[in-house]
């Protein structure tokens, strides 16, 4: 699968799953140009972006000018997600999906939970109709705050019954909670056509390592206990999650001094996974590509009908320090910040 001369190792071109390109609506915290320069410096060769734009990809008319921005500044392959809600508010009224179902790869209302049973199945029974999945971001605080597992197994269990009854290929974001890995572990032996990401943070990375009140460990959902990332662990080992995918999520400083959650991650993943997991003998190469590469492939696959070739070279023999200000990234959030690392993409 992959081949190794000297210090420099030939790997599959990765395929993010979830990032936050900020245009239109947020240039300044990062736009498509700057986004897509830091997917191909992480090694990846297509992307998919969440909706919470401005205006929100929520009709057709909007999601163009969503398209139009992607095909003046993209560096590489760019999927926009559209809104399930309008405005994508996690309520109300449910998206144009019909009109925008040729364009996207499915509809998601990540950074809210859709918490309504009633309508989200109903956006289930549509998108299913249009052969499109349901990006989940599980949240229902009803069960507690966000620190509080059950904010996303207990809407990851709503929702799972919902996509039994409705047979859409439900798709779940950010994975961080032991309870929702064995949800899906089981759906899966159900027969579910339910699939999920979990992101490099929740996996290297335990509630003992976070600094509070420092905003380069604040995201959304939060970091867990070390069982929590365990168990993250053994569902990537045993196919429960299928994806690794950033949540890269860019604000400005001033933004995270105000509170937004979010780090970048596009530009970290694969050499703060490759260190920590599979150099320290946790995963195989090959699994950590397989949750990277092959796997989010297939889904895009399965999303746009288009499919996703071409390898990358990397060194990983060389270490380096990670050193935000050097990132192409407009986002300078990251709990990795100083860590010596093996992995320099040579793109
Ligand atoms: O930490 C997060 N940031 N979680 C989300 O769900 C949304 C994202 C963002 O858009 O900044």
């Known amino acids: 699968m992959q081949h190794q001369r000297n210090n420099t190792i030939l790997l599959p071109g990765f395929v993010d799953l979830h990032v936050h390109f900020r245009e239109p609506g947020f240039w300044q915290k990062e736009t498509?140009?700057?986004?897509?320069?830091?997917?191909?410096?992480?090694?990846?060769?297509?992307?998919?972006?969440?909706?919470?734009?401005k205006p929100a990809p929520d009709c057709l008319p909007n999601l163009q000018q969503q398209l139009e921005l992607i095909k003046q500044q993209a560096q590489l392959p760019v999927f926009p997600v559209g809104s399930i809600t309008m405005g994508q508010l996690g309520k109300g009224e449910l998206s144009r999906m019909e009109e925008m179902a040729p364009y996207v790869c499915g509809f998601s209302d990540d950074g809210v939970g859709v918490n309504d049973p009633a309508l989200m199945k109903e956006a289930m029974q549509r998108a299913r109709a249009l052969g499109k999945p349901i990006i989940a971001h599980c949240e229902d605080l009803s069960f507690g705050d966000a620190h509080n597992p059950a904010s996303e197994y207990k809407a990851l269990e709503r929702d799972l019954e919902l996509a039994a009854q409705t047979g859409c290929h439900y798709h779940v974001c950010h994975v961080s909670a032991a309870q929702s890995v064995e949800l899906i572990r089981q759906a899966k032996k159900d027969g579910l056509a339910v699939t999920a990401e979990t992101a490099p943070h929740y996996l290297v990375l335990c509630d003992a390592d976070v600094l509070l009140g420092d905003y380069n460990y604040h995201m959304n959902p939060p970091i867990r206990a070390a069982a929590d990332r365990d168990a993250l662990l053994a569902g990537l080992i045993d196919g429960t999650i299928d994806c690794i995918a950033t949540d890269h999520a860019p604000h400005t400083a001033q933004d995270k001094l105000n509170g937004c959650p979010g780090l970048v991650g596009l530009e970290t993943a694969f050499p703060v996974l490759y260190t920590k997991l599979v150099r320290e003998g946790v995963l195989t190469l090959d699994q950590l590509v397989n949750a990277m590469a092959h796997n989010p492939r297939e889904l895009l696959k399965r999303w746009t009908n288009r499919v996703f070739g071409g390898s990358v070279l990397w060194d990983v023999q060389t270490p380096y320090i990670i050193e935000p200000s050097e990132f192409a990234t407009m986002g300078r959030a990251t709990p990795f910040a100083g860590w010596e690392v093996y992995g320099k993409c040579l793109n």
């Open 32 to 53: 498509i140009a700057t986004g897509s320069a830091a997917a191909l410096r992480g090694g990846y060769i297509a992307v998919v972006t969440m909706p919470n734009l």
